[in-house]
């Protein structure tokens, strides 16, 4: 067993900062669920380690596994997504990065589960539409849709010219 | 840039602002993988064998179990013609071939004579020759289960963790694998690991540490035994009543995955709804949302294992230790376990019956954050008239 768990520690070591940075983004800046998430994934992975280190891309597996904790997490409390129709007022931030950071994970926690996910794939993890796709189980004109419709609700939260919080 | 150019550069610079020590989380996520193999419910793991980790559990909480080193003893031949070996015998024969000194916290499973199919034999033990005490573990199987031997190959490149390893054929055909290598900052784990000709498996590990765990603390310098010692273990002869088990075993009997999923919706409590199995592909256990008006409440994954009657300390060893379990007057054995979390409360109920059914549940129920913490959808109450319902009890022969 401990060469497994030698082999798996490794996969750990490497990969853990990167799914807890993932996780902090899915989780809208909850930094407790993002440990409590990449805990679960890390559990599922080691579990599952003698199939899952035979996969082409280990680290991608675990990376759809920390959204798919993440989602079924959300459904378990909510038989649907979080009503958005009222979106809270945009917070008032100065145009440094931490208040920026600190905006984004409050426009992040809005969107329902589904559309942050969308963006975190695509975004973070710099997925195409159709990876994305493949990781929910959605269409690429699904995707397409959400993407469209969430990032038209960040600008709703940042403001059109995010560009001036941003270093050049 | 365009706000979407700007946007995914502002994730990205968000996303590089959260950092962490990592090594809590990993050791978090290792206890989570740990518990989940020990309860049986890898069900969403796709094809996995059944893998029930052993925990090293106290001296006095083990029954019919002797601590002094004894003579090898053979396999026993059921009543059926069909060989099988006790957990008990493949101690026997693990004690009688390590060099002098004092064993405890010994527990293992056997092979055969109607235990589950893939629960893989094993044993496991605190060794001691004077010097500090060693975990050492011995694994056995027939098919090509990493999982439950380790590899029996030398890993292919040269991962940080491995100090040596070597491959080498010997004579009968067999192939022997003798791997060092590192387990945590201080910690080591040697290992033998044999393939016979005819596809027998064993794995012997020892460790430096009394519970082979990463993190744990070392107990001394090396492993107890050198590895030219483990080689000559898993090279002896004596091993062959555990392969002839383990060849002769039969999947028969034990519960499919339908049959679980059917009589639990015999058992459905009125107020809740058993949703569709997503247990993938493990036999025995099957796994469902319970839902409640609209809303999935949570998640139950019931497990069920018929053991032959004498085996029944075998599997109290691992699940049923003096300390938390409670014996009902018909001699049935329950053990509940209630861990509150946000954003996961864990709810387990675990019964065995004088017979040998075994029955685990464990419902599951999420919490978003910043909402307040709701019960499970069944009460603890209604999980153990589930475990204890007679209908799980084992089909007469």
């Given at each position: 067993m ?12 490497a990969r ?9 983004l ?17 559990g599922r992975m ?5 199939r899952v280190?035979k ?19 959300r ?6 997504e979080?009503?958005?129709?009222v ?7 100065e145009?440094?990065d ?10 992040l ?5 589904r559309d ?15 990876q ?5 189980k959605?269409s690429?004109?699904?995707?397409s849709t959400?993407?469209s419709?969430?990032?038209s ?14 270093e050049p | ?9 502002t ?11 990592i ?5 978090r ?5 740990r518990a ?18 052993l925990?090293p559990?106290?001296?006095d909480q083990?029954?019919?179990l ?15 013609g069909r060989?099988?070996i006790?957990?008990?015998?493949i ?7 390590l060099?002098?000194?004092s064993?405890?916290?010994q ?6 004579g109607g235990r ?13 020759d ?12 027939q098919?090509?289960d ?12 040269n ?10 054929k ?18 080591l784990?040697?290992t033998?690991?044999?393939?016979t ?7 012997l ?12 603390t070392?107990t ?9 010692q ?9 091993w ?12 028969d009997?034990?519960p ?14 009125s ?8 247990a993938m ?7 469902f949302?319970?839902?409640k008006g ?7 994954i019931?497990?069920v ?14 699940s049923?230790?003096?300390?938390s ?22 709810w ?11 029955v685990s549940?464990s419902?599951?129920c999420m ?7 709701e019960?499970?959808a069944?009460?603890?109450?209604q ?9 799980w009890?084992?089909?007469?022969a």
């Open positions: 401990a060469p497994v768990v030698a082999e798996y520690l490794d996969f750990a070591g853990t900062g990167h799914l807890y940075r993932s996780a902090c899915l989780t809208g800046g909850d930094t407790h669920l993002a440990e409590d998430l990449v805990q679960e994934t890390l080691y579990a599952r380690w003698r280190s996969a082409d891309n280990p680290a991608a597996y675990a990376q759809t596994m920390l959204v798919h904790t993440f989602l079924s997490w459904r378990l409390r909510s038989s649907g979080r009503p958005t129709d979106l809270p007022e945009t917070p008032s931030v145009p440094d931490a208040a920026l950071r600190i905006a984004l994970f409050d426009a926690a809005q969107l329902p589960a942050r996910a969308v963006l975190v794939l695509r975004y973070w993890e710099d997925l195409s539409i159709e994305t796709a493949a990781v929910l959605l690429a004109g699904a995707v959400r993407t419709r969430a990032l609700r960040m600008r709703t939260q940042l403001g059109d010219d995010l560009a001036s919080f941003v | 840039m365009d706000f979407e150019g700007q946007f995914g550069k994730m990205v610079e968000a996303g590089q602002s959260n950092d962490i020590e090594q809590p989380l990993i050791d996520g290792l206890r989570r993988g989940l193999r020990a309860r049986r419910v890898v069900g969403a793991a796709v094809g996995a064998a059944v893998v029930v980790a925990i559990i106290g001296a083990l029954t019919g002797s601590s002094t080193p004894r003579p090898a003893s053979s396999a026993t031949t059921a009543s059926s060989p099988s006790s957990g008990t015998q101690l026997g024969l693990l004690k009688g071939l060099p002098p000194g064993t405890s916290q527990q293992a499973i056997g092979a055969g589950p199919y893939d629960s893989s034999p094993r044993a496991q033990l605190v060794y001691d004077g010097h500090g005490k060693a975990m050492i573990q011995l694994s056995s199987s098919k090509d990493t999982e439950v031997l380790g590899p029996t190959a030398c890993p292919t490149g991962p940080s963790y491995i100090v040596s390893c070597r491959q080498t010997l004579g009968d055909g067999s192939t022997l694998m003798v791997n060092e290598e590192t387990i945590g900052k201080s910690g784990v040697w033998a690991s044999l393939v000709g005819a596809g027998d498996q064993i794995s590990q020892e460790f430096n540490t009394a519970t082979g765990q990463p993190g744990a070392v001394r310098a090396t492993p107890a035994l050198t590895t030219a483990l080689s000559a273990i898993v090279e002896s002869t004596a062959s009543p555990l392969f002839a088990a383990e060849r002769a075993a039969l999947p009997g034990q499919t995955q339908a049959q679980v999923m059917a009589t639990a919706r015999k058992l459905q409590p107020g809740a709804t058993f949703g569709g199995n997503d592909n493990q036999e025995g256990t099957a796994s949302p319970i839902i609209t809303n999935r409440q949570s998640s139950l019931i497990n294992q018929y053991w032959p009657v004498n085996a029944g300390d075998e599997v109290r060893q691992q049923f230790p003096q300390s379990s409670t014996t009902l007057p018909d001699g049935t054995l329950i053990v509940t376990d209630q861990r509150p979390g946000n954003p996961m409360t864990v387990d109920v675990q019964i065995l019956r004088p017979d040998g059914t075994d549940l419902e599951q919490h978003m954050p910043n909402t307040a913490v019960s499970p069944l009460s603890m109450a999980l153990k008239t589930i475990a204890l319902s007679p209908v009890d084992r089909p007469a």
